[in-house]
């Protein structure tokens, strides 16, 4: 019996450990990548500067949490913000995959948010709400 705890035990730690190493890991990768110029990361976008912040979506075809929340949420930020100030990029990361891994992309959905020298301010692993998107490019 209390071979079976320590073997838990000892499983939960290292389980916890590996998450924390990677999310300290994707921290790291995020502060490197927020000091990319910006023009560098819009160049590989295929986009330019033109004055508006940029919110680059990363989804694939099969990913369903991409098409029934993160899109919804990604077009409520648009109508709200408007496209004269937000452009929106969106990127197959099936298609793409340099490109998702230039950014740092691990998971779908993800996005990211440039500022409007093409900057990264915020990186999004997973679903972004629409709420704390307004609110990150609020504060880009």
Sequence with gaps: MIERVLLLAAGSLVLVSVIL???TWARLRTKRLMTV???KLLDQLGAAVDGRQTLVT???PSCAACHTAQAPAV???EQRLGTQHL?????DAARQ???AEAFGIMTVPSTVVL???GRVTAV???FAPSQRLVRQLQRA
Excluded: Y
Excluded at 87 to 91: D, E, G, N
């Design 97 to 99: 995959p340099a490109l």
């Design 75 to 77: 077009n409520v930020v």
């Design 124 to 126: 999004n692993h997973g």
């Design 21 to 23: 190493i990677v999310r």
């Design 58 to 60: 990363f989804s694939t």
């Design 87 to 91: 452009r929106v990029l969106h990127v």
């Design 37 to 39: 110029p910006g023009s």
């Design 115 to 117: 500022d409007q020298s």
